[in-house]
């Protein structure tokens, strides 16, 4: 089978890296793809929002199966393109992807199905915004309503940071001409679950929790997330047990009620509050870098999964018991401005760890930074604590000057 993977990044290269363990899978192209990806993918070069190429591509090459990453790519409406030719694609319509692409979509889903979720209010215009401000005051949380690569939602702990954040969004469009969501401030720790999705059918994964901060000790701006773990041990067998039943099954029932069944993976971002667990976010993709601790635990053949939930069968889903943590490595300035074209070596003296790429690029013999998150390294243990040290045991024999990373990853478990 010859299957395309759409989008270039950390969580792609897991993808890829799963489904080259299947036996069904004789080849593998990534459009994009990067530097690490092309070790075990014919990368191809073409965007991830190139639709027409793409299906092109796909016809050209008779791909048997596209599984999708990025959430530009399903908004865009690539499912739905691919479908018209008759292609086997691996993703949410984009109907279904409004789920993430519009929080306004999401929230009026939630209240409108008895989803938990923060209390909350819509914006388009600024004055009518900081009015709601004054009325409610900080903390508050302020959502661009849009895409925006993880980095539209900021948790304002002052007036003067919600003020802020305002004027970006709806005076300066940071982020796009798009309408903003105030939200009630929700404390509890967060945790990512992800499920296969087919209609209402349900198949959940590893629990996992990643980090947004940029540095140490929870602090500095929120990025797209620095590392992930799984297991979660704050979260008891009950509290999982609600989350399937009562946010992740309900909302899969709630769009096909809606006229959009979800087809793919559905991501809740969730919070373990002292009302119950509410979600905070849903993502219509696998989510990024929890993909890249999940995917390796995943002992079953991936691409028997992405077929058997596209087409109506209940996939076999067997998960490795041990510990997974993995560490984003980023340019310094990251989240901000920062350089690319810097010279990483010592990756072929790494043992026992799995490297996935998330922004690099070839120089010849010479492998480059190339974007703000660069590398992601997982181990695997029985313990959380032996797969931490583990990984940062190995993370000091990389050498690259432009490089930083947390250390405290799994702080809230070990």
Known sequence: MKVLVIGGGGREHAICAALKKSKKVDKIYCASGNAGIASIAECVSIGDTDIEALAAFAKSRTIDLTVVGPEASLAAGIVDRFE?????????????????????????????????????????????????????????????????????????????????????????????????????????????FMCFVGGENVYPMALAQDHKRAFDNDQGPNTGGMGAYSPLPFITY???????????????????????PFYGVLYGGLMKTAGGIKVIEFNARFGDPETEVVLPLLKSDIFEVFNDVIDGRTPVLEWDTRAAIGF??????????????????????????????????????RLLTNGGRVLFVTALADTLSDARKHAITQISKIECKNLFYRRDIGYQAV
């Open 238 to 260: 009950e509290d999982r047990a609600f989350a399937l039943e009562g946010i992740m099954k309900k909302t899969a029932k709630a769009l096909v009620a809606e006229g959009c």
């Open 84 to 192: 018209d030719e008759g292609l086997k694609i691996f993703g949410a319509s984009r109907r279904a992807t409004q789920i993430e692409s519009s929080k306004e979509f999401a929230k009026n889903l939630m209240r409108k199905y008895d989803i938990p979720t923060a209390k909350y209010a819509i914006f388009a215009d600024y004055n009518e915004a900081i009015a709601y401000l004054e009325r409610h005051q900080a903390p508050i949380v302020i959502k661009y309503d849009g895409l925006a690569a993880g980095k539209g939602v900021v948790v304002a702990m002052t007036d003067n940071e919600a003020r802020n954040a305002l004027k970006d969004m709806l005076l300066d469009h940071k982020y796009g001409d798009a309408k903003v969501i105030m939200e009630e401030f929700m404390q509890g720790p967060e945790f990512s």
């Open 328 to 365: 984003v490595l980023a340019s310094k300035g990251y989240p901000e401005s920062y350089d690319k074209g810097i010279e990483i070596k010592g990756l072929d003296s790494l043992q026992g760890v799995e490297v996935y790429h998330m922004g690099t690029k070839s120089d010849g013999n």
